[in-house]
């Protein structure tokens, strides 16, 4: 079976005006192909989805991200079928947003993780099952501390990254939690690290090997705003960063943050068979195709990411995808 990850979907601010425009569609209607053809597609949702224009009454942002409504049938439409909520945007409307997200997406079916009306709600996993193949989703953010769930108050599941012991221990008594229910896929969600930088640093690696080690079989990174490369650690996929997948945001000459990727990884019950990237060129508030130049400079910078991490990039002649070198089996 085959499970699609996007990296970060903002509706709000520039995309909301759009959406309010040209229709629902408009921001990934594009690439919706590629999306629904999965038989699981996860994102990061890097917004609330809300009317309230009450902002987050904590310390000052420079950035309140806030979709309208209708957005949600963006991710509906597009076919996503799973979001990780522990990012620094979540609860940019408040309590009042995040709620207002919560029932959105429970209205369309949409299972969630990473953020809730208490702690333990933002520790649950979200789990599903596709192609008779069990996952299971728990999500972490290490920023926007005030945002922080807890026993009684609303919120996202925090984690202080720099306590790497800390970390570690929250990272397995997740995986318990999945274990528990009989995943067979257990994903680790991490929206982490500063943006705009061209690799994880040797901090995030080990804990991610040490997620893996432990037992989790795919680690779904984000926040970076550009994409990093992928690590095929124990025969199990590492996504440090999947980048953004739509935004309204300026574009970096240096670092071209409008060349994204999205990422399929082709599953059997018990190994990864294969990771395939396809590119994605985002404008106008909208994420498309690539085009065969803009897919060149995006396989330049990933064949570069995937070396440095010791995974090998084969690029197709046309150069509308990617895979990677068949990974190792993962284990049962």
């Keep these: 079976m085959r499970v699609i990850f996007g ?4 509706l709000g601010r520039g995309v909301g005006a759009v959406i309010r425009r040209e229709g629902t569609t408009w921001p990934l209607g594009e690439i919706a192909g590629w999306m629904r053809s999965a038989d699981l597609c996860i994102v990061n ?49 408040g309590v ?7 029932r959105y997406l429970d209205r369309h079916g949409i299972r969630h993780c990473g953020a809730g009306p208490n702690l333990a709600s933002a ?35 925090w984690l202080d990254l720099d306590d790497e012991a800390g970390a570690i221990a929250a990272f397995a008594g997740a995986l318990a939690m999945q274990q528990q229910r009989g995943v067979d896929w257990p994903i680790l969600s991490l929206h982490w690290g500063p943006n705009m930088v ?96 803009q897919a060149r400079t995006i396989w330049r910078r990933m064949e570069r990411a995937c070396a440095e991490l010791g995974s090998k990039l084969q690029v197709s002649k046309d150069q509308s995808e990617a895979m990677l070198a068949r990974p190792q089996d993962a284990g049962g």
Aim: aromatic share 10%; charged share 20%; hydrophobic share 45%.
């Design 7 to 10: 990296g970060d979907v903002m």
């Design 45 to 93: 949702l890097e917004c609330a989805i809300t009317a309230s224009k009450r902002e987050w009454e904590g310390e000052p942002k420079v950035f309140y991200f806030g979709a309208p409504p209708e957005s949600v049938h963006a991710l509906v439409d597009a076919g996503v079928d799973l979001v990780s909520l522990s990012n620094n945007h979540t609860l940019d409307f």
């Design 96 to 102: 009042t947003g995040l709620n207002d997200t919560l």
């Design 123 to 157: 520790l649950a996993p979200a789990n599903v099952e596709a192609a008779g193949i069990r996952f299971g989703m728990t999500a972490f953010c290490d920023h926007q501390s005030d945002f922080a769930a807890q026993a009684k108050r609303p919120g996202i599941a």
């Design 198 to 293: 061209w690799a994880p640093s040797q901090q995030f690696r080990r804990l991610a090997h040490a997620a893996i080690d432990m037992g989790w079989k795919i680690l779904f990174g984000h926040s970076a705003h550009i994409f990093h490369g992928i690590e095929i650690y124990s025969g199990c996929p590492i996504l440090y960063a999947a980048g953004d997948l739509v935004d309204d945001y300026w574009v970096d000459p240096v670092f071209l943050n409008d060349h994204q990727l999205l990422f399929e990884l082709s599953l059997t019950r018990s190994s990864l068979q294969q990771v395939r990237v396809l590119p994605v060129f985002i404008e106008d508030c909208q994420a498309r195709p690539a085009t065969p130049a």
